[in-house]
């Protein structure tokens, strides 16, 4: 459980752009039954399935839910008719031998109105730090000076969500190394995730500011990073026999590269910097900040509300834009806070 497992034995890449990924840094793929979730990418653009070999597609287990998740929450015209949408998905799966039991549509519509409240609440809660993350790498400022500043924010009594701090750090020193490639890797490391927070106005319904979709839209891609680690927290086997498919380019090129989740022997899981895949200062500056981040005991109700008020609040203190704060006010009130306390509950 302790060996780092090579990001190339843990990446599958497709011709098609998706990528199969074994997300944690110490958990070897193995054969056998799959788990594969999806994205919305690679649910939405299912041709990547024919390139996978006969046997993956044989013991393949395909779950849409983060895909389906994320689009209940972001697109408007999914929630106007989102069986059928959901319907037509499976349709394009099952033709490269996919298979869904009966009603699984409706199944899942059920679920997204049973857990509406729990999902946004779940989604806001990174969104703080998608704020913070936008604000200090638009800055002109000493990496030094930056990390600094992240490592003080760490030591604040906000929730310590080790990988986004962490992904924050990274992108601080890419900054001064936007030259920097990865191994095997086409273009700079930087230019993944600099991609990744640019605003896109065309189709997202977002603007030269952080607005809440642009916000939404920033968590709902995280959660796919995020989202097997906190599968594995509820309790749920997720291990080797689990994978993510994801066509996002920051995603599968550089955020789980570098920042993989790590299972410990405990079961519980946690994020880690990759060795050997950054540069030593890079690896280095990272690392320190996430050091830095004490773990502490399961937070009460009432600490959790307090933290999230507290890391709200330290956003709004990082923009200068009176927009941005009234959309990180909107996400917390109408997005975080009615869901506080509740749970995702099954069918």
Same mark, same amino acid.
């Given at each position: 459980?302790?060996?780092?497992?090579?990001?190339?034995?843990?990446?599958?890449?497709?011709?098609?752009?998706?990528?199969?990924?074994?997300?944690?840094?110490?958990?070897?793929?193995?054969?056998?039954?799959?788990?594969?979730?999806?994205?919305?990418?690679?649910?939405?653009?299912?041709?990547?399935?024919?390139?996978?070999?006969?046997?993956?597609? /044989?013991?393949?287990?395909?779950?849409?839910?983060?895909?389906?998740?994320?689009?209940?929450?972001?697109?408007?015209?999914? /929630?106007?008719?989102?069986?059928?949408?959901?319907?037509?998905?499976?349709?394009?799966?099952?033709?490269?031998?996919?298979?869904?039991?009966?009603?699984?549509?409706?199944?899942?519509?059920?679920?997204?109105?049973?857990?509406?409240?729990?999902?946004?609440?779940?989604?806001?809660?990174?969104?703080?730090?998608?704020?913070?993350?936008?604000?200090?790498?638009?800055?002109?400022?000493?990496?030094?000076?930056?990390?600094?500043?992240?490592?003080?924010?760490?030591?604040?009594?906000?929730?310590?969500?080790?990988?986004?701090?962490?992904?924050?750090?990274?992108?601080?020193?890419?900054?001064?190394?936007?030259?920097?490639?990865?191994?095997?890797?086409?273009?700079?490391?930087?230019?993944?995730?600099?991609?990744?927070?640019?605003?896109?106005?065309?189709?997202?319904?977002?603007?030269?500011?952080?607005?809440?979709?642009?916000?939404?839209?920033?968590?709902?891609?995280?959660?796919?990073?995020?989202?097997?680690?906190?599968?594995?927290?509820?309790?749920?086997?997720?291990?080797?026999?689990?994978?993510?498919?994801?066509?996002?380019?920051?995603?599968?090129?550089?955020?789980?590269?570098?920042?993989?989740?790590?299972?410990?022997?405990?079961?519980?899981?946690?994020?880690?910097?990759?060795?050997?895949?950054?540069?030593?200062?890079?690896?280095?500056?990272?690392?320190?900040?996430?050091?830095?981040?004490?773990?502490?005991?399961?937070?009460?109700?009432?600490?959790?509300?307090?933290?999230?008020?507290?890391?709200?609040?330290?956003?709004?203190?990082?923009?200068?834009?009176?927009?941005?704060?009234?959309?990180?006010?909107?996400?917390?009130?109408?997005?975080?806070?009615?869901?506080?306390?509740?749970?995702?509950?099954?069918?």
């Amino acid at each position: 459980m302790n060996k780092a497992i090579p990001y190339d034995q843990r990446c599958q890449r497709t011709e098609s752009g998706v990528a199969v990924i074994w997300p944690f840094l110490n958990v070897q793929r193995s054969r056998g039954e799959l788990e594969l979730f999806l994205d919305t990418n690679a649910l939405t653009r299912s041709k990547w399935l024919s390139e996978l070999s006969e046997d993956q597609r /044989r013991y393949c287990v395909v779950n849409p839910w983060m895909a389906i998740q994320e689009q209940w929450l972001s697109n408007p015209s999914f /929630r106007n008719e989102p069986e059928n949408r959901i319907n037509g998905w499976i349709k394009n799966l099952e033709q490269y031998g996919v298979k869904f039991r009966p009603g699984y549509a409706s199944d899942q519509v059920e679920l997204l109105i049973k857990n509406e409240i729990a999902l946004r609440r779940q989604f806001s809660s990174i969104v703080p730090f998608v704020a913070i993350m936008k604000c200090l790498l638009s800055q002109k400022m000493p990496v030094d000076e930056s990390l600094a500043r992240l490592k003080e924010m760490g030591q604040s009594d906000i929730p310590r969500f080790t990988g986004v701090i962490a992904l924050t750090a990274l992108g601080v020193s890419l900054k001064k190394e936007q030259a920097f490639k990865l191994v095997s890797d086409p273009k700079p490391a930087y230019s993944y995730l600099s991609s990744f927070l640019d605003f896109q106005p065309a189709g997202k319904d977002e603007s030269d500011h952080m607005n809440v979709s642009y916000l939404r839209n920033r968590a709902g891609d995280l959660n796919t990073w995020l989202g097997l680690p906190i599968l594995r927290q509820l309790g749920l086997s997720i291990g080797s026999h689990s994978a993510l498919a994801t066509g996002d380019k920051a995603l599968h090129r550089l955020i789980f590269r570098a920042i993989p989740p790590v299972m410990t022997h405990t079961g519980a899981t946690t994020f880690s910097v990759a060795p050997n895949e950054l540069s030593q200062k890079t690896y280095a500056h990272v690392s320190e900040v996430a050091l830095s981040l004490q773990t502490r005991t399961r937070a009460s109700l009432d600490e959790q509300l307090a933290r999230m008020k507290t890391v709200f609040k330290l956003a709004k203190a990082w923009t200068n834009d009176q927009r941005e704060r009234d959309a990180l006010d909107e996400m917390f009130s109408e997005w975080w806070l009615p869901g506080h306390g509740m749970a995702i509950l099954p069918l």
